[in-house]
C-alpha cells in the first residue's frame, strides 16, 4: 500500500524567518505520516533552521536540489551528504525549471539521483511533459524516455526510495492544471515504465505525484486517481492556511 504524499515547492520565495514562521505555523495540524506524509522543499539557506522548528513534528524538509559529488572544487553547489547529516532526507531533482533555466539534462540528473541515493536521500524526481509533444502526439515517448534516462541503472532496491512528480511544464505556474484523467494517464504510464524496468512489485511501490497548478478545489480528484499517489504543489504551497488545507484536503 503506498501512502500519499503532499508536497509543496517554495522555490526561490521566503525569508528565513518567513519559513520558520510558516513550520511553526503549521506543525502541529499536520496529519499522521502513516496515514499521509507531509513534505516542504525550500531555499537552501532555510532548510536548517526549518528542520529545527519541524523536529518533533511529522514534517518534512526537502532541498530543492543539490549537485553529484558529495565534496570538492564545486563553488556554490550543495552536496548530498551535507544535507543528509543536516537531518535533510528528501531532495526534488530534474524540476523543469532546473531544465529550462540551468540546462540540467537527463544526464546530469541521472548522476544526480544516483549521488542522491548514495548519500541516504530520497529523490523526488520530476518528469516534465511539454504541450509541443502532446500535440504532436509523441507524449508518449517523451514521458518514457525521461523515466528511462533518469532512473537509468539505479539498483531495484534503491527504486523505491525514489519518488516521481509527473509536471506538465505547461501546467506549471500558470493555474492550468491538467485534466486529472490526463494527469492519471501520465502517472499509470510512467508506472507501467518502472514496471517493464524493475518489474510490477516494485513499481507497486514507487509513489508518483502530479504537480502543476495544484489548488484546493482540484486536489480531491486529482488524489482520487489510482496511480497518482499525491501533488507537488507550488504557489499554492506558499500560504500557509492554503497548504494546510492541501494536505488537509
Ligand atoms: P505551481 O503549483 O505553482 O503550478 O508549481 C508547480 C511546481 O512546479 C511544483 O514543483
Redesign the pocket.
Known amino acids: 500500500m503506498r501512502s500519499p504524499i503532499v508536497a509543496g ?1 517554495w522555490k526561490m520565495n521566503k525569508t528565513v524567518e518567513e519559513a520558520v514562521d510558516f513550520v511553526n505555523q503549521i506543525k502541529d495540524h499536520l496529519p499522521d505520516p502513516s496515514v499521509q506524509e507531509t513534505v516542504l522543499a525550500a531555499p537552501t539557506i532555510a532548510l536548517v533552521p526549518m528542520v529545527k522548528a519541524a523536529q518533533g513534528s511529522p514534517l518534512k524538509i526537502a532541498a530543492e536540489n543539490c549537485y553529484y559529488k558529495d565534496a570538492g572544487a564545486y563553488t556554490g553547489e550543495t552536496s548530498p551528504t551535507t544535507l543528509y547529516s543536516a537531518n535533510i532526507h528528501h531532495v ?1 531533482l530534474g ?3 532546473r531544465r529550462r533555466l540551468f540546462n540540467e539534462n537527463d544526464q546530469m540528473i541521472n548522476l544526480k539521483v544516483h549521488a542522491a541515493l548514495a548519500a541516504g536521500l530520497c529523490p523526488i524526481v ?1 518528469c516534465d511533459d511539454t504541450m509541443g509533444r502532446r500535440v504532436a502526439g509523441k507524449k508518449v515517448h517523451w514521458v518514457v524516455s525521461r523515466i528511462l534516462a533518469d532512473l537509468h541503472d539505479l539498483k531495484a532496491a534503491d527504486v523505491e526510495k525514489v519518488t516521481i ?1 509527473y ?1 506538465p511544464s505547461w ?4 493555474g492550468e492544471s491538467m485534466d486529472p484523467a490526463q494527469a492519471e494517464e501520465g502517472c499509470y504510464l510512467i508506472r507501467q515504465t518502472i514496471a517493464d524496468m524493475y518489474g510490477d512489485e516494485i513499481a507497486d511501490n514507487v509513489r508518483i505525484l502530479y ?4 489548488n484546493t478545489s482540484n486536489i480531491n480528484r486529482l488524489m482520487a486517481s489510482e496511480d497518482i499517489d499525491g501533488v ?5 504551497s506558499l500560504d500557509p492556511d492554503t497548504f494546510l488545507n492541501l494536505v488537509n484536503h
Open positions: 515547492n526534488i524540476h523543469s525549471e520530476c512528480a509536471e501546467a506549471i505556474g500558470t504537480g502543476g497548478s495544484v507537488l504543489a507550488g504557489g499554492a
